[in-house]
């Protein structure tokens, strides 16, 4: 069960550092948009499909470092790569959101997990007493 | 955080909603319970691993056993778990911050996410049915902080979201499944 949504701030600062994977997670949606650079990147592909070009001209960093931050996207699915411009020979970025749906699945699975988990010990605890 | 003064029987647990301002707001869950015992009674249960065995998961979520606990800056824990459906799966982290008994806080790194994330306990004493009890919080910070909001405020992918919805899942445990389909606004 769960309360009426409010916001929910967070007071203190180790919150918002997130540790590492463990494993390679390159090809993982939540990885791969943890980045700004590469959110921006969507956000730019959501006006349209963008060769690479135009996307690279779009950052202030090098060509190879726009080009890792599109192969993390390609290798989590949430754009692909295909030929296009006048001569068919651009590489051509267009945005593939579907993965999305993971991450935006992940508050409202741990909603009802700790909503559960709590109501567990809580029993737990009032049923033992303070004696273990 | 107040003090409460009446008893909170249920937990209450609330999503976080996406500030205009900032995008660590969102993929921010909170859970509160009020529970009649002492916030040192509390920390034990949190993290002794005969307590955790005994009480950690439901029939809805997951059971957990075999726990093993290293409770201290740095220090690991893990359990196996086996969820409604009966399949197995990992729950494991490493404490950041041991601070008993106002404070846990832990990375935590489960079989079935596809990133890891952070869990932080933090325990106020207050009065529960006239006894010492504890106002426990746990405050669930997803993988992304806020990324998928962020580009739900991006003019246009509103009319990606129907793909993403209709986007098959792959296969999780049975208690991490929606209720209810995710909507665009």
Known sequence: ?132 | MTTATTPDPTPSTTPGTPDAGGPTDAEVVRSTVDIAATPERVFDALTDPRELAEWWGSDDTHRARDWTVDARPGGAWGADTVDADGNPGRLEGEFRVVERPRVLETTWHPSWDDAPSVVRYELEPCDVDGRAGTRLTVTHVGPTRGAVTCLRGVRGLARHWPLVTAHPLRPRPSWSRAARPVRAR
Request: charged share 30%; aromatic share 6%.
């Open chain 1, 1 to 132: 069960m769960t309360g009426r949504a409010a916001p929910a701030k967070l007071r203190n600062e180790s919150l918002t550092q997130l540790p590492m994977p463990r494993a390679a997670a390159a090809a993982d949606p939540f990885t791969a948009i943890a980045d700004p650079t590469r959110r921006a990147i969507l956000a730019m592909l959501l006006d349209g499909d963008a060769p690479v070009t135009e996307i690279a001209a779009g950052f202030a960093m090098s060509r190879p470092a726009v080009s890792r931050h599109l192969r993390v996207l390609r290798d989590a699915r949430l754009v692909r790569e295909r030929r296009g411009g006048e001569d068919g020979r651009q590489r051509v970025y267009q945005l593939t959101p579907a993965p999305l749906r993971e991450v935006a699945e992940w508050t409202r699975a741990y909603e009802r997990y700790w909503t559960r988990n709590l109501a567990g010990l809580k029993r737990h605890l009032e049923r033992t007493g303070e004696a273990p």
